[in-house]
Each structure stands twice: as C-alpha cells, then as structure tokens.
C-alpha cells in the first residue's frame, strides 16, 4: 500500500522515537526540533550531515503521496493517512494486514474523518470494516486500540446485534452497523 520511500521515513521516525522515548541511542541527542535529554536539539550528526538527502526524500515521499492520492489509492485528513488496496478480508485478516503494513483498521474519531473512510468505500462499492469491535465482556464498543469511542455515526437502529455481531462495518453512505466478523469486507488502514 506504501512505497518503499514512506517505509523508510516511517522507519527512521520510529527509530527516533524509540530511541529518544528509550534514550537507548546516545549518538541521537533528540528529535528534529526537539530537546533531547541532554538539551541539544535535532538530528545525530549522521544524519544532519544528509540534511539535504532527507529533505529531497521528504519532497519525493510528498510527490508519491500526491501521485497515490490522485489514484485514490490514499486519503489524508488530518494526521491521518487512509489507504486501500480495494482487497476484501475478514476483520482479522484485515487487521493483520493493516498491522503488518504499520497502521491500523481505520475508526474514524470525527466526522470529517468518517467523510474521508466513506469516500474510500464509496469508490470501492464496498462495506468496509472499520477498526472498532464489542468487547467480549461488557459488549462495550471500543476502537481496536481499546479506547472508548469519542465519535460514531450508527445507521437508524444499530447498533441491534444480539452477541454475535461484534465488528463493525460501514455502508456505503458513510452510517455504520455491527457485523460478524466473519464477512469479507474492504480493508482501509489508517497510518
């Protein structure tokens, strides 16, 4: 679903992350821009000294981003990156798909993102699994990261599954309904 370019931007950000959060790296003093630990600011010298080959890295990553969302291959809203291969699995299958890519299901946590999730399923005319389920216990609903939902967007009735409806999908107008999660329905990740 990425390039091989956003690959390696999103494996050097998560190296600096982890080393920054883990302070396991001492030749990286801090994030770019941000105070490291001992007070310096951005890139190890190893990587300042390729400044100009990261930001040309950066200039392509933004082209191919164009290029894909011209294709309708990605979606960007907010922070948020949405992507589709337009293949249809099962939510576990899905989610393992987005997880192994380095995203996650999508769950949209506004309108505007519900938008941007609807788009994507509407060019595909197909329902969608979206990346919130009902807890095995309490039948609560939650995204897949276990957080309590701050948006949603039930189509009339819903969510009216009786135990065994535990994903959730979206139609194609953007309204969302509880699911087996045994279907095959399209796969959009967020990044």
């Given at each position: 679903m990425?390039?091989?370019?956003?690959?390696?931007l999103i494996a050097l950000a998560s190296l600096l992350v982890t080393c920054h959060a883990l302070s396991k790296c001492q030749e990286i003093s801090g994030l770019p821009g941000v105070p490291g630990r001992d007070g310096r600011k951005g890139l190890p010298d190893s990587l300042a000294s390729n400044h100009s080959a990261l930001a040309s890295l950066k200039h392509r990553l933004f082209q191919?981003?164009?290029v894909l969302s011209l294709n309708g291959k990605i979606r960007k809203v907010g922070e948020k990156i949405l992507a589709s291969n337009g293949k249809k699995a099962?939510?576990?299958?899905?989610?393992?798909s987005?997880?192994?890519?380095?995203?996650?299901?999508a769950a949209p946590r506004n309108e505007e993102e519900n938008k941007a999730i609807m788009d994507i399923?509407?060019?595909?005319?197909?329902?969608?699994?979206?990346?919130?389920r009902?807890?095995?216990?309490?039948?609560?609903?939650?995204?897949?990261?276990?957080?309590?939902?701050?948006?949603?967007n039930w189509h009339q009735h819903e969510p009216n599954g009786k135990g065994d409806e535990k994903c959730v999908e979206m139609y194609t107008?953007?309204?969302w309904n509880d699911k087996k999660c045994n279907m095959y329905r399209l796969t959009i990740c967020e990044f």
């Open positions: 990425l390039s091989y370019s956003s690959y390696i191919l981003e164009a099962d939510f576990a299958s899905a989610l393992q987005c997880e192994e890519a380095g995203g996650t299901l399923v509407k060019q595909y005319n197909q329902y969608a699994y979206l990346g919130i009902k807890e095995e216990t309490s039948g609560q609903v939650r995204s897949v990261n276990g957080l309590p939902l701050s948006y949603s107008d953007g309204t």
